[in-house]
């Protein structure tokens, strides 16, 4: 008989315990899936994380440098950010790789979606692909002080490979695009 792909979960209560603008916190008492009263904590995320990979004629990709304070180190990133209830991934995208980079794109490819950190997080991705570029000027956010590098993108796979880039949504959005094109299912 087929594992049921149901819930086995069952919330005797929930409190929140933290909430500011981007996340909410909140703490659950639950009976297990084994049947045993627990705890659980769960972050929501208010806004969806959308990443974006640029890709140029030449098959050159941008990629972004910034110092991330939650990891205290600097980290090498797609153009990424957070969509709003109101907002469209794909506007975000938009808004985010002209705000980062000041590109803009004539094509955009969805990718797919992933989710982040499923133990702990409700945190979900959309993922997409920017071609047929032009540069304008970037705006970044007053908490952003981004560096741009414009990489093959071949190196930037490779960066996801040796360890350089270790931010979730850029590996799968990078990896997922790598392997379309490997398979013929993507083409600039």
């Known amino acids: 008989m087929p594992f049921a792909e149901k819930n086995p979960w069952k919330i005797l ?5 933290y909430e500011n603008n981007w996340i909410a916190l909140h703490h659950y008492q639950v009976i297990n899936p084994s049947g ?23 098959m050159n990709t941008y990629l972004v440098g910034q110092y991330r304070f939650t990891l205290q180190q600097y980290s090498w990133e797609i153009p990424e950010g957070g969509c709003p209830d109101k907002e469209q991934p794909q506007q975000t995208a938009q808004r985010e790789l002209l705000e980062e980079t000041g590109l803009k794109a004539g094509k955009w490819e969805y990718l797919g979606s992933a989710h982040l950190s499923n133990s702990v997080t409700d945190e979900i991705a959309e993922l997409f692909v920017a071609t047929q570029l032009q540069q304008f000027s970037a705006s970044p956010e007053e908490t952003e002080e981004l560096q741009i590098k414009k990489v093959p993108l071949q190196q930037a796979f490779a960066m996801v490979e040796n360890g350089t880039i270790t931010d979730a949504v850029s590996i799968i ?16």
């Open 173 to 188: 959005a990078l990896q997922k695009l790598q392997l379309l094109w490997m398979q013929g299912k993507w083409k600039p």
């Open 36 to 58: 045993n009263e627990g705890i659980y904590g769960k972050v929501h995320f208010k806004n969806i994380a959308v990443g974006v990979i640029p890709v140029d004629e030449e």
């Open 13 to 17: 209560s929930e409190n929140l315990v």
